[in-house]
């Protein structure tokens, strides 16, 4: 079992960066991809970005590649999601999640281990 608890996020105006931390409890949070994921009002949850269990190899959507990076530090259990020039598409809440099974994980299908997300408000 892993508790992933999300902090980081609030109201920001376009073009400027937040960065989200994903605290995760236990001892195996090393041994998991992990990922981000949002979802817009009346819009399905979609990724963002993930990273493999050493931190070697991260991943992105289109939509906010050069502009987010994900990182992680094995050490204190969080992986951190920054994002910059953001702008209002942006606007969601944001999910952690955990893949025990996958190295690159896209779907939320990947994914057993959920945080309880924080918003993020971009305005124009």
């Known amino acids: 079992q892993v508790l992933l608890v999300e902090s980081g996020g609030g109201a920001v105006q376009a073009g400027g960066s937040l960065r989200l931390s994903c605290a995760a409890s236990?001892?195996?949070?090393?041994?998991?991809?992990m990922g981000w994921f949002r979802q817009a009002p009346g819009k399905e949850r979609e990724f963002v970005a993930g990273?493999?269990?050493?931190?070697?190899?991260?991943y992105f959507a289109d939509s906010v590649k050069g502009r987010f990076t994900i990182s992680r530090d094995n050490g204190k259990n969080t992986v951190y999601l920054q994002m910059n020039s953001l702008k209002p598409e942006d606007t969601a809440v944001y999910y952690c999640?955990?893949?025990?099974?996958?190295?690159?994980?896209?779907?939320?299908?990947?994914?057993?281990?959920w945080g309880q997300g924080t918003q993020v408000t971009v305005s124009s």
């Open positions: 990273i493999t269990s050493n931190g070697g190899t991260t």
């Open positions: 999640a955990a893949a025990p099974r996958c190295l690159i994980c896209r779907g939320q299908n990947d994914y057993d281990y």
């Open positions: 236990g001892r195996t949070f090393s041994r998991y991809t």
